[in-house]
């Protein structure tokens, strides 16, 4: 049985109210492209980042951390180390699963830290096929398939982890157990600037530390929609949108995250 | 005997509208400080960049990609088997030899790549000395040469990869075997931005997917130098240059490239 | 006995001026957060930057740079066998021991550098408070503690490696045996974007290569303060402000130096 709501929950905006209360301290294991970009949309937001991923300090500090960032984009063998660490340290943590399918050494570490089961996985639909098995997986950080043609291997991947899987696309999925949330909306500026879909986890570890693993990655896309509409409409291309979305960033009120954003919500009883 | 016009090729035009068609998966290698502003040059441009640079995944990426750059501004121990590994794909490459000659790990890798035949060495005219053997290398990304003076140095490499070399400078040289294009214009303001030269080997690199090794050195430096100029021309310093930049490059339009830059090409025959 | 004086040293003018005359080659071991916004900060100022941070080099390119910035933020194998090498290449260098205390990789190597004597330490208060042995370390790049706490820890950190301290701040401490300078003004805005702190301490390592510690330190501080007044003035967040800063570092003149930020010094006898 499925029931449909269609209005905005109200949890985003309880959610960003309390990101900004706690200014989480958020760890990011991530790659070289986007650390900076990454850091700066969690300051924007009103989190507390920090990029500590070398072996001996990634486990300590994911210990005193609120939420975690695991992104495969490029993991050097200490990364891979330290995201080891960093997983069984019993914080809330996202994996973000880049290019994986293609390439075997983040193939393998993404395989084996499922095991350590993520509150929330969050990538594009070819990276969701290919960790679920079920596909061969992107040819980077492009999606070459739609969002919605990875909800059977979300869900799947749900089961396995009990937790909650984020598919991005034109319309973004997020997807547990028995509910599937579609947040429509945003700009596709955003795919013209590196990072935006890197950063979009990070923000989603940084709201694990206030709220659960789902309304975390609903919280964190319907942020992203909202940012990047506002910022679309007043740039001119790519370099002055990521200026602009960090802008947005911050400038974002609670309350307009009730607004300006459709959000779709089935639950499967 | 040396055959010389003064009228632009048609060829840029043609290149970039044929990345655009393609949006060419790239592979770069390259260093830490630049990741960011390469990804977001190459996505502006309309390229697919992917910053794949482990052992292990470097070689299988570089046999999808439709070029690779590889940039020695920061060369781990991980990289530099990244590189190894990628330049034997069989995929065109660009090789970029930043401050090589001072630095000795760096420069015997750049001489141990030679043997893998880039397509394109893209450096300032003190890393094209210092990699023909001919100059005492740079202070870093500095050229503290003349692109002119590196011509020489610039047509031996040619002689010994079979490929084509840019020198970037006031006036950019682009030389191979018979011919050297000379390209003007520009901006100044491209200097004081890290990773300006950097993204430019990248682009390149791009560029290698669709057209042949000098069209792509040439039309990649047509594009920085509309770009650059264009972008100068609304900004007040090199933090809003940079973001006018990467908007600049996504605005281009491959007519664009046929006005406002001279292009001198001379055959020897 | 304490002499007061609350008139702006010339200092800072001609610092100024020197940098931009010398344009400094500034090797920066930093972290992979930082490094482009730090790079662009140097080249904004008018100085060169140079990441050379891999072992074999590190210690080459220190011996001809003019300042080095040592940066613990990220620090892997290769930074840390490099920092080492390149602290004893007699270079006044300066030690930015990020999040310090807490993590113990790094406190470890901050406490091993200090034998090399850093012309420099730059932090918060909270990583100058758990250098010195008197706290318990930050959080990550957060200061936990104000500048002020910090006065005795820094004075002791100066008695023992001969260098000047600098606690970044509301208003900045620069701290050597006999002085305390006190830099107010500056913007909030600053701290909320990734890397002000660590672009301002390689700042400080371009100002080494043209005056003494104290004299950089105080130089930097003051240099941080007027271009982020600046940008704040004519900026609606931290994506536009991180970019009016950088255009704001590239027009600032000598003689701006003297003006707006009210510095006290105070000299123990």
Chains 1, 2, 3 share one sequence.
Do not use: K, Y
Request: with cysteine; glycine share 10%; proline share 5%.
């Amino acid at each position: 049985m499925v029931v449909r709501t269609s209005s905005s929950p109200s949890t985003p905006t309880e959610a960003l109210r309390a990101l900004r209360e706690a200014a989480p301290l958020t760890q990011c294991i991530t790659n070289a492209v986007v650390t900076n970009f990454t850091a700066n949309a969690l300051l924007a937001l009103g989190a507390s980042p920090a990029m500590c991923d070398i072996p001996g300090e990634a486990g300590i500090f994911a210990g005193i951390a609120g939420g975690v960032l695991v992104n495969l984009g490029t993991p050097t063998r200490e990364q891979r180390d330290a995201a080891r660490e960093a997983v069984t340290a019993g914080t809330p943590w996202v994996l973000d699963p880049v290019a994986v399918g293609a390439l075997p050494v983040r193939t393998a570490l993404a395989h084996e830290l499922l095991d350590a089961r993520p509150a929330i996985i969050r990538g594009n639909a070819s990276e969701i096929l290919a960790l679920a098995g079920s596909g061969a997986g992107g040819r980077g950080v492009d999606a070459t398939d739609s969002a919605e043609d990875a909800l059977d291997a979300a869900r799947s991947l749900t089961i396995r982890t009990g937790g909650t899987v984020a598919v991005s696309g034109e319309t973004d999925l997020i997807v547990d157990a028995t509910r599937t949330a579609r947040v429509s909306g945003g700009s596709a500026l955003l795919t013209t600037v590196t990072g935006g879909g890197c950063a979009l986890g990070a923000a989603m570890a940084s709201l694990l530390a206030v709220t659960p693993a789902f309304d975390a990655a609903l919280t964190a896309s319907v942020i992203w929609a909202v940012a990047s509409e506002r910022a679309a409409s007043r740039t001119r291309g790519p370099g002055s949108f990521a200026v602009a979305f960090l802008d947005e960033l911050a400038a974002i009120a609670p309350a307009d995250l009730d607004e300006r954003v459709r959000v779709d919500t089935e639950v499967t009883r």
